[in-house]
């Protein structure tokens, strides 16, 4: 078996990681407010799957952050 080795993400990749974790926050906020006040049962529905669906994203991108952080330089870079 190959065991591969991981590189320190770059600054631009972990901004955008970032950015990604801020827009599914954003997406789940949205869709829980939607659910909360909607009177139509399938509109409720949907916005609970979509919850479900952004939350996973949001572990998936938490997940790649932590087993990249091993990697992660402890001092700044020149």
Do not use: F, W
Not at 1 to 12: E, F, G
Not at 24 to 39: F, P, R, S
Not at 42 to 61: A, K
């Amino acid at each position: 078996m190959q065991s591969t080795h991981m590189q320190p993400l770059s600054a631009k990749e972990l901004e955008y990681i970032s950015d990604s974790i801020s827009n599914e926050d954003l997406l789940l906020k949205q869709y829980a407010a939607t659910a909360g006040v909607t009177q139509n049962p399938t509109v409720r529905q949907l916005c609970q799957q979509h919850i479900q669906s952004h939350h996973h994203h949001m572990g998936m991108l938490i997940d790649l952050l932590q087993q990249h952080q091993q990697y992660a330089p402890t001092q700044p870079q020149a």
